[in-house]
């Protein structure tokens, strides 16, 4: 009997082994196209062009991070992309916060109806509604500025959806409770409401920052002075200019990539207990 017990356990461990050898090698797959950016960044001028393609640069050099700086201005689209995803994203979760609160626990006229009229238009390619959203903000005259940007990304019907579906699960009993004691709703928002929602606020914060930062194309459309330009159409541009500079590319690939990958590894704990504790059903 034991025996057997002694084989099982030596079974599960071996595929326990196998299965952790198979995902350290898919992560190190993942991770293999980040490390070859990162290492093209660093070498010589055309050294990551020779054949084969070397995978470690035979002299580290920082040539092309200080290039895009102080000749490409590189500095300045970045503060652009900051300031463009940091605002949409604060904006983005005080405007869902409040409409997927209201559609998950207060009760007006039309909710129900209002709510399924907002999924069906998630249906609707981005693509369409592009060309009638840039003709209202020129009507506006928000072309080719900063609220030109912002303004379309301050609520998502995606946004509400994953605020709404999270506050679903939140005890009506709490909320009578504070409306008892005196609270507005306003209060209860604030109070009540934000703190229980952080981790679907901070997956839906990391959502939105990323899809910013990484926006190519409403930046492209909106914006035509290229000071205001975010690192994404900068560096559409720059490939333009620079075409056989690869090197060049990978160190304003690498300034991209940074950012983001940062966030994401801060904010990994809360984003996957928002993902997780997320999944309710109504």
């Known amino acids: 009997m034991s025996a057997t017990r002694g084989l099982q356990g030596l079974r599960r461990r071996g595929t326990a082994a196998v299965l952790h050898l198979a995902l350290a090698g898919l992560a190190a797959a993942t991770l293999l196209p980040l490390f070859a950016m990162v290492s093209a960044s660093l070498m010589p001028s055309g050294e990551s062009t020779m054949t084969p393609p070397p995978w470690l640069p035979s002299r580290v050099t920082f040539e092309h991070y200080r290039h895009l700086f102080t000749r490409l201005s590189l500095g300045r689209t970045l503060a652009n992309s900051v300031l463009l995803a ?9 405007v869902n916060s409040m409409a997927g609160y209201a559609f998950a626990k207060l009760r007006f006229a039309g909710r129900d109806r209002l709510f399924r009229a907002l999924l069906s238009a998630m249906v609707v390619p981005a693509q369409v509604a592009m060309l009638p959203l840039f003709l209202l903000l020129k009507q ?11 303004v379309p990304g ?21 909320l009578d409770a504070a409306r008892v004691d005196g609270a507005s709703e306003w209060r209860i928002y604030r109070s009540v409401i934000l703190p229980l929602c952080r981790p679907v606020l901070v997956t839906l914060g990391v959502f939105t920052f990323m ?28 490939m333009g200019e ?8 990978m160190a304003g690939s690498v300034l991209t990539v940074l950012p983001v990958l940062v966030l ?13 504790l997320g999944g309710v059903k109504e």
């Open 242 to 249: 620079h075409v056989q500079d690869n090197e060049l590319m």
């Open 211 to 238: 899809g910013t930062w990484n926006d190519f194309m409403w930046p492209l459309v909106v914006l035509t002075d290229d000071r205001l330009y975010t690192l994404p159409v900068a560096l559409a541009n720059l």
């Open 154 to 174: 301050m609520a998502s019907i995606f946004g509400i959806f994953l605020v709404r579906l999270y506050a679903l699960s939140l005890p009506d009993e709490l």
């Open 264 to 276: 994401f590894l801060a904010l990994q704990r809360h984003y996957v207990e928002g993902i997780t």
């Open 86 to 94: 940091g605002s949409v994203t604060a904006l983005s979760l005080l």
């Open 140 to 150: 506006l005259g928000l072309v080719n500025t900063y609220l030109g940007v912002i």
